[in-house]
């Protein structure tokens, strides 16, 4: 079963820190190009980076200097360490596969969304 599950967000002041997961817990993304993506209220879902099978990585803009996103082949997951953070880094984070990717970022390749995890930044 295609499932994805996020973890790791939570609340941190400006300037901190987090590293969030994307469990592949039933390992159906193997191979998969993946993406975390963000979305803040009243505000569309984003794009914030993506890593290739063979560990490709874009980033927009806003996380290209503060981002990293990487994955552990082993342990079928993919993680975003997040330094730097800023108020407007709140969001709901989530892991999908993506398709597409380019300098313009990577395109979420299925509809059906995990629960995501929650990141507040305070100022």
């Known amino acids: 079963q295609a499932q994805l599950v996020e973890s790791g967000g939570g609340w941190v002041q400006a300037g901190g820190s987090l590293t969030l997961s994307c469990a592949d817990v039933?390992?159906?993304?193997?191979?998969?190009?993946m993406a975390w993506f963000r979305q803040s209220p009243g505000k569309e879902r984003e794009f914030v980076a993506g890593?290739?099978?063979?560990?490709?990585?874009y980033y927009k803009p806003f996380a290209k200097d503060r981002f990293a996103i990487s994955r552990d082949a082993t342990e079928n997951t993919v993680y975003l360490q997040m330094n730097s953070l800023k108020p407007e880094d709140s969001a709901v984070y989530y892991c999908?596969?993506?398709?597409?990717?380019?300098?313009?970022?990577?395109?979420?390749?299925?509809?059906?969304w995990g629960q995501g995890t929650q990141v507040t930044v305070s100022s």
């Open positions: 999908n596969q993506a398709y597409e990717c380019s300098n313009f970022g990577c395109h979420p390749a299925r509809d059906d």
């Open positions: 039933g390992r159906a993304f193997i191979g998969a190009t």
């Open positions: 890593i290739t099978w063979n560990y490709l990585t």
